[in-house]
C-alpha cells in the first residue's frame, strides 16, 4: 500500500508536466482568436465613430452647433477606444502565436527525449564510450 502511495506522489508532477505543451498551445489558440475578435470590435468602433461624425457634419449644417460639437467628442472618445482596442487586440493575437509556439516547441522536446535511442550509433567509428565533440 505504501509502495504505491510513493509511486503515485512521484508520477503525478511528471502527469501534470506532460500535458503542459499542450495547455501553452491552447492558450495560445484562445488569445489569437481574442485578438482577432478584439481587432473586429476595435474597427466596429472606429466605424461607428465615422458614421458619429458624418452626423455631427450633417447637424452642423442645419444650425444645431452644441449638439454637433457633443457628438464630435464622442466620435472622437469612440475612434481613439477602437484604436486601443485594435492595438491590443494585435498585441494579443502576436503573444497567443508566440504562446502556441512554445508549446509545439515543449511538445517537440519531450518526444525528442523520450524517443529511444538507437543500438547502433549512427557514425560507425565512434564507440558509445566515446563523448560527442561539437567540432566531429
Known sequence: MKMWLLVLALTAPVAARADR??????????MEKQGERREKRGEK????????KEKADELRAAGHDKAANALDRAANREERRG???EKQGQ?????????????QALEN???NANA?????????????ATPATPGH
Open 21 to 30: 505543451a499542450e495547455r501553452l498551445e491552447k492558450r495560445g489558440e484562445r
Open 45 to 52: 468602433l472606429e466605424q461607428k465613430a465615422e458614421a458619429k
Open 83 to 85: 484604436e486601443r482596442m
Open 91 to 103: 498585441r494579443r493575437e502576436k503573444r497567443g502565436e508566440r504562446l502556441e509556439k512554445r508549446g
Open 109 to 111: 522536446r519531450k518526444a
Open 116 to 128: 529511444a535511442t538507437p543500438a547502433t550509433p549512427a557514425d560507425p567509428g565512434v564507440t558509445s
